[in-house]
T-cell receptor
Framework: AQTVTQSQPEMSVQEAETVTLSCTYD???????LFWYKQPPSRQMILVIR??????QNATENRFSVNFQKAAKSFSLKISDSQLGDAAMYFC?????????????FGKGTRLSVIA | GAVVSQHPSWVICKSGTSVKIECRSL??????MFWYRQFPKQSLMLMAT?????????EQGVEKDKFLINHASLTLSTLTVTSAHPEDSSFYIC???????????FGDGTRLSIL
């Protein structure tokens, strides 16, 4: 079974600073997607960034970037120039890439606080 | 962009009542929809996968008769919590995607409170 592990239940960062959230996963598959979702207090699930496992280049979306280490099965999220609006729960998620109806598998989440 | 609409956003009802939650894909046809449950300060737990025109696939430990899922069209899936009890109180989130390689979009969730 696939598992996603987020070892940091809580993290905090000063406004304008950089923070890295950790995520590791366990899979025997070679083709899959990895995601980071943000869940603010409104509880809406917002896709932050996505990485295809077959791509070696790390995905970036403005202030958000990932460090994807396939051999180590590691997928960390770096948030640069942190803003107050970045405060939220962050979930790392994994999904097999196949023709079936495979769901997202989520980690337990990391609660990020941003200090003004 | 693609939008998934979930209704109602919040429901409070008495124990023993059945509650229906709707999940609609507004601008795309969703062959697959997923239902998740989220307890306070916890992650999303997959309850079931629903496919248009066929029976839902439930995760281990999820009672099929308690959580009835119907996916009658490519734009609508419903989750009915039958004879709800206080322990069923939770946050329920639906998610939909067009196909296996497509992004998964989430509804805004339903907060269910059973008194």
């Amino acid at each position: 079974a696939q598992t996603v592990t987020q070892s940091q239940p809580e993290m905090s960062v000063q406004e304008a600073e950089t923070v890295t959230l950790s995520c590791t996963y366990d899979t025997s598959e070679s083709d899959y997607y990895l995601f980071w979702y943000k869940q603010p207090p409104s509880r809406q699930m917002i896709l932050v960034i996505r990485q295809e496992a077959y791509k070696q280049q790390n995905a970036t979306e403005n202030r958000f970037s990932v460090n994807f280490q396939k051999a180590a099965k590691s997928f960390s999220l770096k948030i640069s120039d942190s803003q107050l609006g970045d405060a939220a729960m962050y979930f790392c998620a994994y999904r097999i890439l196949n023709s079936g109806n495979t769901p997202l598998v989520f980690g337990k989440g990391t609660r990020l606080s941003v200090i003004a | 962009g693609a939008v998934v609409s979930q209704h109602p956003s919040w429901v409070i009802c008495k124990s023993g009542t059945s509650v229906k939650i709707e999940c609609r894909s507004l601008d795309f046809q969703a062959t697959t929809m997923f239902w998740y449950r989220q307890f306070p300060k916890q992650s999303l737990m997959l309850m079931a996968t629903s496919n248009e025109g066929s029976k839902a696939t439930y995760e281990q430990g999820v009672e099929k008769d308690k959580f009835l899922i119907n996916h009658a069209s490519l734009t609508l899936s419903t989750l009915t919590v039958t004879s709800a009890h206080p322990e069923d109180s939770s946050f329920y989130i639906c998610s939909a995607r067009l196909g296996p390689s497509q992004p998964q979009h989430f509804g805004d969730g339903t907060r269910l409170s059973i008194l």
